[in-house]
Every structure is written in C-alpha cells, then in structure tokens.
C-alpha cells in the first residue's frame, strides 16, 4: 500500500480497500464494488452516520446505507424538506413555511400565505420540486462559524434558524446551500436533488402534506393511514397551546429558559394536559362507560395516564379500578413464537383473551372474581386474592398494548367501552424546517426508564428498538383510528429536563457498538436544548414515569 493511499474497512462485504487519500464516500463505494438497491444514500463512519460527501483522511470502517435504513430515509427525508423549501421560496417568496411532524404517514406542512391555502398552491409548489429534482441541482453543505451563519439567516429573515444557532455554544457549523436556497438541517443530506425518485404534495386541511416513500418497499410511498380527522385534531390543539406558551420552536424554548421562565412553561404545560384528560373523565361519566380501554405506544405514558385518569374519574364520583392486561399473558410456555423460534410477546395470542373476556363479562354482571397478577420472572399467571366485584358507579380502566385491538374485547358489548388512544405527538420543533420525531421522544424516555428503573443499558433499549417498533405497527397504530378520544403524552419541556439525565447514559455506549450511531444523533439532537432542572416538574406528572420521583406508585 502507498503511503498516499488509506485503508477502508467495508462492514457491507467484509473486505479491506485501499483508496486515495481524501477519497469521498462515493470513491469508496466504487472500489468497494458491490450493488445495493435505493442506495447508497448516507454511511455509517466508525459507526456516525455521514453524508456521501464525507471525505477520508485516515483508515475507517464504513456501512453504506440504503432507503431500507431508517438513517438513509431520514437522509432522503431531510433532502425532500430542503426542495420543498426551495421550491416556496422560488413560488411565494413572502409565504412561511413550517414543516411540522408526521401525520397520516407523511409530514404536515403549514403554509402561511396571509389567505387560505387551495390545491392550486400545493400543485404548483409540487412542480417546482418536481423541475428541481429534474434539474438534479447539487446539494452543498458549507461550514462557516456560527456568527457568520446566524448573520447570513438573520439576514433572509430566518428567525427560527437565528434563535436555535444563537442558544448554540458552538465555534463552528454548517448549512446547506441549493441554487441560491440556504437552509439549516441538523444532520447529513442527499448530495444531488436528483436522487429524490418519489415524493407526493397534496393540499391538507389548512395546509400540506408531505409524502415520503416506505421504507419496507422505496418503490412505493407510505401508505396514508385512516386516522387523519383525530390526529390532526390533537395536531390542532397543541399548535394553540403553543400559542398561549409562546413558545413553538427550541429556540424559543431555550429564550425562555434563559429568561427565567421555564417554571411558568412547566406549570401552564402541565395545566393544559391535566384539563385535556380532565375533559376525557368528564367524557366516560357521561357516557355511563364502565370498561375504559387506553392504548399506546412503548413509552407513550399509558400507566401514569391511567393513574391519572382514574383520579379524574374519581372526581366525577365514580370509583375506579386499574386493570393490565398485561396480567393476562398466557403462560410462558405457551407463548407464541415468531420467524426466528422467539416468543413473540408483542403479539395478541401472548394474551388469554377468552379468560380475560370471561373475567370482564362476569364484573358487568355483578359477579365476583379473582383478579390475577403476571409473575414476569417464573412467566406464570399468579393468583393472590385480589377480587373486585363491581356496581353501577364502578369504571375498570384497562392499560395495555392491546386494549384497543378488537380480538380482545369482541365479546363485551359496545356500549360499555370507552377507547383511548395514548399518542407522543411533538408539541415543539427544532425549527422551522426541523421536526422533532415523535419516536425519538419515546425513545429518549424509553433510555431513562429503562436505565434508571431495570437496568438496561443504552445499548440494550437502542437494540431492542427495532423489534418493539415492529410489534408497534403490526399490533398498535393500526387500531388508533378506533379511539373515541386522543390523548398527547407529549410535554413541550420535557427535553429540557430529561438531557442532562439521558446525555451520560448515552454517552457509556461504547464507539465500536453498532449502536452507537444512534446513541451519537440522539446526543446531538440534546444538545440543542437549554436544560431545566427537574425538581421544577411536579410530582403527579407523566414525566415521572421516566425520570423517576413520582407520587404514583408503579
């Protein structure tokens, strides 16, 4: 090997290349000789996810990555909300745009012209994306220091990228230049627009939305989800509570922090979710609901939901009971398995839905019966004495996984349920072109928890985040549709105070793990926030569930 030349370690073949020194990841990729489909789109390098533009001044390990990987769909994603704000700013240079979170499997898009917004207008936009993508317009990413950056935005009147850069300790960043578009994304883009092959914009209630290709088939775009009219509703509400807060974006937030505000921001956030689920207990007592069933995601705050709600019941005068149906797993031994000979615990038939129906069908008819409790640690159903018989003032509150799928309570009559569906829907954002993913907050959550109260490691949760996301769209967000209420776990503060908890853990993940790529983006990502200290977030919040310190007991 030349002296000029470097080694490349490739992780997709396993083979050793040598390259020119200060080849790009395109080079690397030729030499390395192999096809890979919707790719590459990004790299990992030494396990930090890189754009195709990075350049190799010293031996590395490299994995291309393709559309199939959630960081190359985000590559693509990211590069997708640059051409759209390009082509905005090229169609109605005086329009704001406001790229908010995923809805409907595509991203909601506000756009502020002083008038309502037609599909005319979202039809000319998507053509002007579509002559950029056609042009195959190169993508330039340009480091400057941060004053410079911040002048050149405040310039353009970009306040939403002023405020996140200024709140910033940093020397030096970047941003990305395309045609005579600036912009600022906190993580790589495609390098040519070019490579963008699928892409959607339709009109949207009083905006747009954004549709993206699936990542399980980039040939085809994400399949929309029938849950818009709910979702987009709770989208609604929080975008005015916004409003009252003041604060929409991080950079706002970390004003606000430095100002001195952060207890206001934390007493008027938690008074506005309490009102919500408040509205939801009024709700059921009206409604002479006697079997609740509350569903969400891993980490979405279900169990302290449900501790709260029952308090609000109570309140309407009714006495209630927390059930889990977590407590009516099937044996261990009689689990079912997946593809690869596991049990599969994510699954409806974990759960004996015939005795849990039985037990719930003999409450509603006044009879008496044995609760039982799931011993995680022998995987039996245990039996300790716990009966509940219940009369007319009586409301079970079931929490679980499955509480909204209908197997599970198809033989229980429809007037005695009442659904509700736990979301982590976003309440803030980075800026005005960067969303904060909703699964990054449950993630973000699901680290603390899980360190803090069972002693897994960062790399254990960030492992098991993949499978726990697959059982979470087989057996979950297909049934949210059939809520009849929506609750946001989401609190606009809440990352505030949970990074300088979550920092150090992610931090003991050691740089040759293969998760450490994403122990590495969610550290950056923190870093944008000013912290809170946490003995400012009450007792009785949902954040407790996660960051300990609650009056519930769990």
Known sequence: MKMSELRIRCRNT??????????????????????????????????????????FYNNKDVEFLSLTDKSGMRTYTRTLFFILAKAVEDTYPDAQLIIGGSVCSGYYCQLRLGRPVEDEDARRIKCRMQEIIDADMPIHRIQCPIEEAIEMFEKRGMKSKVQLLESQDDLYTYYYKLGDTVDYFYSCLLTRTGQVHLFDLVKFYDGMLLRAPSRKDPSQLEEMMGQEGKMF????????????????????????????????????????QSKKLSDIADEIARRKARIVLLAGPSSSGKTTTSKRLAVLVMACGLRPHTISTDDYFVNRVDTPKDANGEYDFECIGAVDTPFFEGQMNALLRGEEVELPRYDFKKGERVFEGRKLKIGSDDVIILEGNHALNPILTQQIPEEEKYRIYVSTLTTIQLDDHNHI?????????????????????????????????????KWIFPFQGLADATFNSALLYELGVIRDQVIPILGQVPERAVEYAEANRLRKFLAYFRGIPGDQVPPSSLLREFAGGSSFRY
């Open 233 to 272: 509703d709770v989208i609604l509400e929080h975008h005015k509570w916004q409003d009252i807060l003041g604060v929409r974006t991080v950079g706002e937030l970390n004003y606000a922090i430095k100002a001195g505000y952060a207890t206001d921001i934390i007493n008027v956030s938690e008074a506005l």
């Open 14 to 55: 396993g083979k050793r290349i040598s390259v020119p020194f200060g080849s790009n990841l395109y080079e690397v990729f030729a030499g390395a000789d192999f096809q890979m489909d919707y790719g590459p789109v990004a790299a990992r390098v030494n396990n930090k996810v890189q754009g195709m533009n990075y350049r």
């Open 437 to 473: 993913p909703t699964a990054d907050i449950r993630l973000l959550r699901r680290i603390l928890r899980d360190f803090r109260h069972r002693g897994f490691s960062a790399v254990e949760t960030i492992r098991r985040a993949a499978s726990v996301s697959a059982g979470e769209e």
